[in-house]
């Protein structure tokens, strides 16, 4: 069968610039992704995890079509779109079917545009619902499948709160009916008790439309409750990916180890939490002949530093990059 969305060796570099008055050199390029390759089928959910500045979010807006490639390959449904320059992707016919929910909500919507406005946008832009009872009946119906009163459709995003920000952004994003939605840490700026009701609102969407997710966030525990299956990033590579019980099980990465011995256990005298010691290297023109995670991993070995890891696979769905572990028979 073919996944929803399949996407193999894909790269994104960013060059660096130089300096003025400075000889020229060779370019240099900030690897923000690198040689990923994923599948998401229909009605997963996914989670993307990893530490600041590992190349999440720039994964999510090259999946959107938001930044373009540098190489490899990303098909919905099995039509390459990856091809398709970021100007061109706004108005493709398949834009509609991948939608992205931004971090904070307030900066993502336009301030000048009513809640209604904002939902309407894309029913005008992406499904060709003009002005009148059919687009008011559709957005009514939208915002009130998230939660959103009708009174409130006509407040500008200064005037609604965290929370029903959120909801217009994730009404705005669901109102073309899309197939995959990024949510890229959808509840990180909202608090606590308004993360719940945000998660609920994601997961009873998620069972009436049918939709797959790709969910981008910090909070582990959230992603092991809400995700099928993760993948854990680190510095532009997947370095391990699985079922979401398997791998918080049983995690194989000496990083997605320490990932999850990190999380607080909130038990009063509990072991102290794990750190990482060291600092992640820098992500321009990395060493491809080096694990990435040479100088804070506690269990590095000589040919760590010489030869990159290979993808091993531990079961039929659970692999990771690591040379200090065996694959399955």
């Not at 929803?4 to 994104?12: G, H, I, K, T």
């Not at 959103?148 to 109102?175: D, K």
Request: hydrophobic share 40%; net charge positive.
């Amino acid at each position: 069968m073919i996944p929803l969305l399949d996407v193999a060796e894909l790269e994104v570099r960013f060059p660096v610039r130089q300096k003025a008055g400075l000889a020229r050199r060779t370019p240099s390029f900030v690897h923000a992704v690198d040689d990923v390759s994923l599948t998401v089928a229909a009605g997963e959910t996914v989670g993307l995890v990893g530490e600041s500045g590992c190349g999440k979010s720039t994964l999510a807006r090259t999946l959107c079509r938001l930044i373009d490639a540098t190489a490899g390959s990303i098909r919905l449904e099995g039509r390459e779109i990856v091809d398709t320059h970021v100007r061109r992707a706004a108005k493709a016919p398949w834009r509609g079917d991948i939608q992205l929910v931004f971090q904070d909500a307030l900066d993502a919507i336009n301030p000048r545009m009513t809640a209604f406005q904002a939902i309407a946008d894309p029913l005008k832009r992406l499904r060709g619902v003009r002005s009148g009872p059919e687009l008011t009946a559709t957005v009514t119906e939208v915002a009130a499948s998230c939660g959103i009163a009708e009174t409130l459709l006509g407040r500008f995003p200064h005037q609604l709160s965290g929370g029903q920000r959120a909801r217009v952004g994730i009404a705005r994003a669901i109102a073309c009916r899309p197939k995959l939605l990024v949510l890229d840490e959808p509840t990180a700026a909202l608090d606590v008790s308004v993360q719940v009701v945000i998660l609920q609102l994601l997961a009873r969407l998620k069972r009436e439309l049918g939709m797959s997710y790709v969910f981008v966030s910090h909070d582990l525990n959230v992603v092991r409750m809400f995700c099928d299956r993760i993948i854990v990033m680190y510095l532009g590579k997947i370095v391990e990916i699985g079922p979401a019980d398997e791998v918080f099980r049983h995690p194989r990465h000496p990083y997605t180890r320490a990932l999850i011995q990190a999380i607080p256990s909130g038990i009063p005298g509990a072991a102290p939490q794990a750190v990482i010691e060291g600092e992640a290297k820098s992500p321009i023109d990395p060493n491809p002949n080096a694990c990435r995670f040479v100088g804070r991993c506690p269990n590095e070995e000589r040919r760590c530093s010489e030869a990159a890891p290979p993808f091993v696979s531990l079961s039929r769905t659970h692999q990771a990059r690591c040379h200090l572990l065996r694959g399955s028979e």
